[in-house]
T-cell receptor, first 115, second 113 residues
Framework: DVKVTQSSRYLVKRTGEKVFLECVQD?????MFWYRQDPGLGLRLIYF???????EKGDIPEGYSVSREKKERFSLILESASTNQTSMYLC??????????????FGPGTRLTVL | KNQVEQSPQSLIILEGKNCTLQ??????????LRWYKQDTGRGPVSLTI?????NTKSNGRYTATLDADTKQSSLHITASQLSDSASYIC????????????FGGGTRLMVKP
């Protein structure tokens, strides 16, 4: 079974702090994604990566950066956390080998609260 | 602009009853449509996937339908159980570079005993 793990289930940070969210997948997937999920807005794509050291902006990249130094690990970085970044953060991965059956496998999520 | 709209936003039904969730999309060109189930505090898990040529797909008590002409999909849950309480998310993949996904806002289903 595909397993996508995230470093923390719950996280509380203060405004201005630097925050790292880690995601690891064990299925040798090429693609990895970071989303945030807010009530009434659904999942919104922040950044994604098709390969090591490669990153692409999603729909809402402002205030975030990412790092993919190894294939299995994709990190989301909040350089200076703000209260409007309080949200559920979901990581996902998918294989790059199929053009159509691109199921994304999701991690359990990290609920981040910025005070 | 690619959009996926789901209805209703929330639904409460009694255990054992059936229900149908709706998904309308404007994603073009279309590749496939998935229904995900997301339990509270968990990541979404795929239930079904349908491509352009498929108009119905079952997974146990879950049956998804797709009308590619009207760009509508439904998820029918039969004989609901308490464990069906979750959010159900419709996700459409475009047949373009990167096959990026467009997510619906989800329907929150609560099954009461």
């Amino acid at each position: 079974d595909v397993k996508v793990t995230q470093s923390s289930r719950y996280l509380v940070k203060r405004t201005g702090e630097k925050v790292f969210l880690e995601c690891v997948q064990d299925m040798d997937h090429e693609n990895m994604f970071w989303y945030r999920q807010d009530p009434g807005l659904g999942l919104r794509l922040i950044y994604f990566s098709y390969d090591v050291k490669m990153k692409e902006k999603g729909d809402i990249p402002e205030g975030y950066s990412v790092s993919r130094e190894k294939k299995e690990r994709f990190s989301l970085i909040l350089e200076s956390a703000s209260t409007n970044q309080t949200s559920m953060y979901l990581c996902a991965s998918s294989t790059g080998s199929s053009e159509h059956y691109n199921e994304q496998f999701f991690g359990p999520g990290t609920r981040l609260t910025v005070l | 602009k690619n959009q996926v709209e789901q209805s209703p936003q929330s639904l409460i039904i009694l255990e054992g009853k059936n229900c149908t969730l709706q998904c309308n999309y404007t994603v073009s060109p279309f590749s496939n449509l998935r229904w995900y189930k997301q339990d509270t505090g968990r990541g979404p898990v795929s239930l079904t996937i349908m491509t352009f040529s498929e108009n119905t797909k079952s997974n146990g008590r879950y049956t998804a339908t797709l009308d590619a002409d009207t760009k509508q999909s439904s998820l029918h849950i039969t004989a609901s159980q308490l464990s069906d309480s979750a959010s159900y998310i419709c996700v459409v993949s475009g047949n373009n570079a990167g096959n990026m996904l467009t997510f619906g806002g989800g329907t929150r289903l609560m099954v009461k005993p």
